[in-house]
């Protein structure tokens, strides 16, 4: 068994977009640097979208553009062609990987894109090709991947397909996400069994919102079928601003916690990340 297991920290990003109230820049890189502090070697950092969409997004080449030398791949997301020319505005970014979303539901991506998945697939080609060509790498979100709000359940040869796809565009990893919190153990473990059939376990990472309680049982079942990569956000911050009644993401503090009881080792401090964790929640609820 390979014990040691990845964090992808996308409380910054994923995790503050749903938040109501401005955060400033300061305040951003104050959690980036906390969450860095704590051990996290994978941040997702912010989202180059349009700032009428996710407001809380259009502080993100700011943030980027005073991000710390650090040995941590920061991650910010990138959904066009449009979001990449901003980041490319930026001088000398210390960004190393871009992340492109999906839909393996074609609801959720008619909701969210306003088009259909091969559609969404067909727009990111010009977008992953720029950052193949930066020599970046290149992450992609699977949405929606046992349930969603639209269309109820997602057939997990849906998910496969919708990931061979983005591999075959030129996706370095993909991120599966049970993005309104109703998958079932059962249901992950079908979807990424299917998921497995045509990428490998070391490109495939979980991402499980906690709505029903039921997040850690997910990566339980995810940790058997041999990935070792997860997301979570510190403090447990955010959900899907486009998924209805989506709860938090599955807390960082809480994975951490699971994962070196059960044994592995993820090279985050708990001490250190419970003061990450403090600060995220001060955000979200209003303190400074």
């Known amino acids: ?21 401005p955060i400033d820049v300061a305040q ?45 791949l920061w991650s910010v997301l990138v959904p066009n062609m449009r979001g ?39 727009r990111l080609l010009p977008v992953i090709d720029q950052v193949k060509n930066r020599k970046l790498n290149v992450r992609g979100y699977v949405s929606c991947i046992t349930d969603c709000p639209f269309d109820g359940p997602v057939a997990p040869s849906q998910v496969a397909q919708v990931s061979d796809k983005l591999m075959g565009a030129g996706c370095d990893s993909l991120s599966l996400g049970d993005t309104i919190g109703k998958g079932t153990p059962e249901r992950v473990d079908a979807a ?41 956000a510190v403090g447990g911050l955010g959900g899907c601003p486009y998924a209805p009644g989506a709860a ?18 993820t090279g985050v401090d708990e001490t250190a990340l419970m003061k990450a964790a403090k600060l ?3 955000l979200r609820d209003g303190h400074h």
């Open 28 to 72: 951003k890189l104050a959690l980036i640097e906390a969450c860095a502090d704590a051990g996290l070697r994978h941040i997702e950092v912010g989202a180059f979208v349009s700032p009428k969409w996710v407001p809380q997004m259009a502080n993100s080449a700011e943030v980027v553009a005073r991000l710390p030398k650090r040995d941590v």
């Open 192 to 232: 990424v069994a299917a998921v497995l059939d045509v990428a490998e376990p070391s490109r495939v990472a979980g991402h499980f919102h906690d709505t029903n309680g039921r997040a850690i049982e997910n990566v339980a079942v995810c940790l058997e079928r041999g990935l070792r990569i997860f997301d979570s």
């Open 84 to 122: 990449m020319a901003g980041l490319d505005a930026i001088e000398d970014h210390l960004v190393g990987e871009i992340a492109v979303f999906v839909s393996a539901s074609e609801g959720f991506s008619r909701s969210n894109l306003n088009c259909s998945i091969d559609e969404s697939i067909e």
């Open 248 to 265: 938090g993401n599955l807390a960082t503090e809480t994975l951490v916690g699971y994962l070196h009881g059960a044994g592995f080792d």
């Open 280 to 282: 995220a929640k001060g």
């Open 1 to 21: 068994m390979d014990d040691r297991v990845e964090i992808v920290e996308v409380g910054p990003r994923d995790g503050l977009q749903n938040e109501a109230r």
